[in-house]
């Protein structure tokens, strides 16, 4: 369970504050009743949840590249932490293919600087380095990844990941652990939610598509992925930080957030569900893709079930009525700041049932 009693106050310093899961995890903070000093590059679309739902008027918002090593140290030693989350990243497969050397420099390089200015704060406790399920070396296997699976990945952006993962193990046993500051890992599914405007993803896509009355343009619609609403996942990193900040020696690991079972689906899945939900909508074959992605992903989430006591709690039928419901809410123009909050009570009401 999230104990409100336990962030309030806390100074967290958290990277990608701008970005989706960044934007949902800064209002959840702010919540809770932490004091929060976002680092990021401007938000990444236009529109953004940031600005839809009025975040800069919540936090500290610091706009800054984590590949600028100067500035990243200086705004981060000035706040003095007590606990670090970094989820600044490129994160679309795609894109990596069009742009591998930048995303090796930000999710590689960006994230050593954000370990390598951590070394320096008196007052830090627990770092969490969010980085992606596709981390893993993907072996076409039908059943979940574990945390102690080889790291790798065919693409430039799952490379990246795991290379990033690499580099949290050895900050960890060669800086952190000594100093008894608290370094773990996530490892999220495919996650989903409100607020999502990222080009080529399959949810943004959707949505874009049926505001056009037009046809929902597919890369692989026979890809499995392990689903899960952003909450979900964002639920996980809070309780970790809990337990990493009072008993960093046991929890400075990697840890796997991801669905049940039940939701791990295939694209067509998700696209015949969302036109049910909105009937008269239809989809097509993109016949032009010719990058690689992986047929199958899922995730082993049992060391969490056993070990954290988390486990979802939204599946993804109410996920997939919750973003229709926020994205009709948003073109209705209601304000995005109150919805997402009463978003996140009821997830905190029905995750304590």
Known sequence: MINKSFWSERRVFLTGHTGFKGSWLSLWLHLLGAKVRGYSLKPPTTP?????ANIKKIIDSQIGDITDKTLLQEKMLEFEPDIIIHMAAQSLVKYSYKSPVETYEV???GTANVLEAARSCPKLRAIINVTSDKCYENDGRS???KEDDPLGGYDPYSSSKGCS????SSYRRSFFNVKGVGLASARAGNVIGGGDWANNRLLPDILRSFEKNEPVIIRNPNAIRPWQHVLEPLS?????LQKLFKEPKLYSESWNFGPSNDDIKSVKWIINNMIGLCPG???KLDEKINVHESSMLSLDISKVLNNLEWSPSWNLQIALKRILKWHRDWLDGADMHEICISEINEFTKDSQR
């Open 143 to 145: 059943y979940g990844y």
């Open 48 to 52: 953004s949840l940031f600005e839809e």
């Open 281 to 283: 909508n239809s989809w």
């Open 236 to 240: 996980g990193y809070l309780l970790l």
């Open 165 to 168: 993962e690499l580099l949290t």
């Open 107 to 109: 999710n590689v390089i």
